[in-house]
């Protein structure tokens, strides 16, 4: 696998990152896509691939609201 993937498609932001060093060494994936039950939220889900191979899966929920404040982070800090 490729040290940093990154897609962008059918409603899903999907990035995998091998080889993290500024946490456990091991394979972290972030997943984003709309809610299926509610159209005003985003659904996070983080994934954490441990030494033994086991998953950690954790996940979260933005609103709107939430998703707006945090493009206006991004687009802060890509200037």
Avoid: V
């Amino acid at each position: 696998m490729n040290q940093h993937q990154t897609s962008n498609h059918d409603q899903w932001f999907h990035s995998r990152y091998d080889g993290e060093d500024q946490d456990d060494g091991c394979q972290n994936e972030l997943s984003i896509k709309p809610s299926q039950e509610e159209a005003d939220r985003l659904e996070l889900l983080l994934t954490n691939i441990g030494f033994d191979g086991h998953t950690f899966d954790n996940t979260f929920s933005l609103t709107r609201e939430d998703a707006e404040l945090l493009r206006e982070f991004l687009d802060s800090w890509l200037k």
